[in-house]
Structure formats: C-alpha cells, structure tokens
C-alpha cells in the first residue's frame, strides 16, 4: 500500500462516520503514524509503506472513528505557535483562547517584572505562553486535579520556561497563594450551564468534564473570580481578563463593574463576546 492509498481509505473511512475534517485529520494521523513532516507526506505520495505502520495507522483511523479527539490522538496541539502534549485529563487548548494570551502581552508590556496568575491553568497554555512572551513575568499556574496537572508541568518542562510556577490547588481556596501580589490575573474557566452538558457534542465529552461544567447558570466559577480574586486578592491597578462564552459577557462584565473601575467585553476572531475585562 502506498502513502497516497492509505490516506485515500483514511479519508473514506473517517467520511463514512460523517467525520468533516476528514482530509486533515487523515493526513495528521498518517503523518504521525510514519513519523514523516507534511513536505514529505506531499513529495512521496507514491511511496509503499510497511505493514507495521500501515497497521498502526489503520489502529489511529478507528480511534478517530469512535469520536476520540484528534488533539488526544496525536498526544500535542500548537497553541500559540508552541507545542503542548494533551491527553485524557485535560482540556484541548482552543485559537480562540489564543486572543486571551495576546491581551495580556498588550496590558504586560508596560510592567517591570510583571507578577501574573492563571486560574484553571489546566495544559498551562495560557500561563506558559505568557510566559514565552514577557520573559522578565512571572506567570502562577494553578490547577486543581492530578490528570491536568502532569499535563501542565509535563508542557512547562516541554517549553523550557522557568519563569512559570506551578501550583496544585483550588480557586475557591482563599489561602492560596496568599503571599503573592499580582498584577494580572486570568483564567478560562468552566463556563457550562450544568443542563448543557448533556447536549456537548461526543468529542467535546471526552474532554474532562471539570473544565467544563460551570455549575447551575454556568457562572459559579465567574462569581467567585469577581468577588474574591478581582476584589479581595488583587492589588490597586491590577487586572483581571477572563474567557467565556458567548452569551455570558454582559453579565460576567456587571459581576466585575462592581468592584473595577473600567471593564470591557472583547469579542474573537469570529465576531463573538470571548473575553471580559476589569482594571482595578
Ligand atoms: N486554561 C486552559 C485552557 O484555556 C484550561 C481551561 C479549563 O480547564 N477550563 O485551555
């Protein structure tokens, strides 16, 4: 069998579970299963592969077919133009969160030795690409649960940063990081309405349903942000940028304006309410 026949039956056989990215997903795993770059997959189409590999890549097709990610699959995801492993346990970093990272760049600019905290850090995407692009930061990444947690310092050892400090521990817990003053916190949440979860696609159901469920209204985690870490935690002239859906920024917006001088609702590359902003 050669490359090209390969990728042809991945195709079909993805298509034939309604899979839309088909040709992508195929050329991904065909690419992963061989080890070879996409230079490669496009110059040696004609090229016979070996049974062993040819199998492994069938194994990869089926796994895609019963709905597991793409993004578990191949075990990374580029987020940020860095890379991050990602797995069972943690949430697939998103482009939109990528508008998220470049806000925080804007606002951390103008701070000497900026100290920056991430809430529900989860793969660490946001934290350590802060990081990657203002080196003098210091980024505090915190994740609650074991699986995200070896995830993110697996990917702070992958990118070789060392101004990221990771810390096992709940948002809801006032003690945390109790000697450390911050200049900007931000998070991407769980942001579900509880009900919703059912009505997640089947690969989004994959993902761990910790990152996702955001209690009741889908703002628990929204509320406690705004009324301990923007009002009790964070200094004068700091900042808070949160992700969230949608539907969700005009009120997350009210829960901030209580205790924020100026707030803002950013909207992503899609036109759509994405980031909620605060200054102290
Ligand atoms: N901060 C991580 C991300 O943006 C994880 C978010 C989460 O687990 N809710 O991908």
Do not use: H
Request: net charge negative; proline share 3%; hydrophobic share 40%.
């Amino acid at each position: 069998m050669t490359i090209n026949e390969a990728y042809r039956s991945g195709i079909d056989m993805l298509k034939s579970n309604r899979l839309t990215d088909a040709e992508f997903d195929a050329r991904c795993l065909l690419e992963f299963a061989l080890d070879i770059d996409p230079t490669r997959f496009f110059i040696s189409r004609s090229e016979l592969i070996d049974v062993k590999k040819a199998e492994y890549y069938f194994t990869l097709i089926n796994r895609r077919m019963n709905g597991e990610p793409l993004q578990y699959i191949l075990g990374k995801w580029e987020f940020m133009s860095n890379e991050f492993c990602v797995g069972k346990g943690v949430l697939i970093p998103r482009p939109e969160t990528e508008k998220l990272v470049e806000l925080a760049k804007e606002y951390l600019t103008d701070i000497e030795k900026p100290v920056v905290v991430d809430l529900c850090s989860g793969s660490g995407c946001i934290a350590i690409s802060i990081a990657k692009l203002i080196p003098d930061a210091t980024v505090y990444a915190v994740e609650k649960y074991d699986d995200a947690f070896c995830y993110l310092t697996k990917n702070i050892s992958l990118n070789e940063v060392n101004n990221v400090v990771a810390v096992q521990g709940d948002l809801f817990d006032k003690e945390l990081l109790r000697d450390v003053s911050a200049d900007l916190i931000v998070s991407n949440p769980p942001y579900i309405r509880k009900a919703d979860i059912e009505t997640l696609s089947d690969e989004v159901k994959c993902e761990p349903v910790t990152a996702l469920d955001g209690g009741e209204d889908g703002y628990d985690f929204y509320r406690f942000l705004s009324s301990y870490w923007l009002n009790e935690f964070l200094d004068k002239n700091g900042a808070v940028m949160v992700e969230c859906a949608e539907d969700q920024g005009d009120y997350i917006s009210e829960l901030f304006s209580e205790y924020s001088e100026k707030n803002e609702i950013i909207y992503d590359f899609n036109g759509l309410q994405r980031i909620v902003t605060a200054y102290k």
